[in-house]
């Protein structure tokens, strides 16, 4: 079955940490670029990192820049997203997204509150 499985999210107090974990399976995953999404309420879904599939070369949305960190292991199926520096605006569901082949995850929440 194909599919992504988002893991990691929870509640957070502003300045701390959360690290997101995207499990695939039933794809060829180590040729698949990835990429991290996220969709605030009331907003629309905005690309937050890509990571592309030989070199794992990266980008980020301005807004995460310098805070974010996008990686992968081929190994184990899984692409992740280490969060620092949380900020409330950073408050939305985190979704995993495999453009090669159109799937999405379903998603894990992500809340930045004191």
């Known amino acids: 079955q194909v599919q992504l499985v988002e893991s990691g999210g929870g509640l957070v107090q502003p300045g701390g940490s959360l690290r997101l974990s995207c499990a695939a399976s039933g794809f060829t995953f180590s040729i698949s670029a990835m990429t991290w999404y996220r969709q605030a309420p009331g907003k629309e879904r905005e690309l937050v990192a890509h990571i592309t599939s030989i070199s794992g070369s990266t980008n980020y949305a301005d807004s995460v820049k310098g805070r974010f960190t996008i990686s992968r292991d081929n190994v184990k199926k899984t692409t992740y997203l280490q969060m620092n520096s949380l900020k409330p605006e950073d408050t939305a569901v985190y979704y995993c997204?495999?453009?090669?082949?159109?799937?999405w995850g379903q998603g894990t929440q992500v809340t930045v509150s004191s």
């Open positions: 997204y495999a453009p090669r082949i159109n799937i």
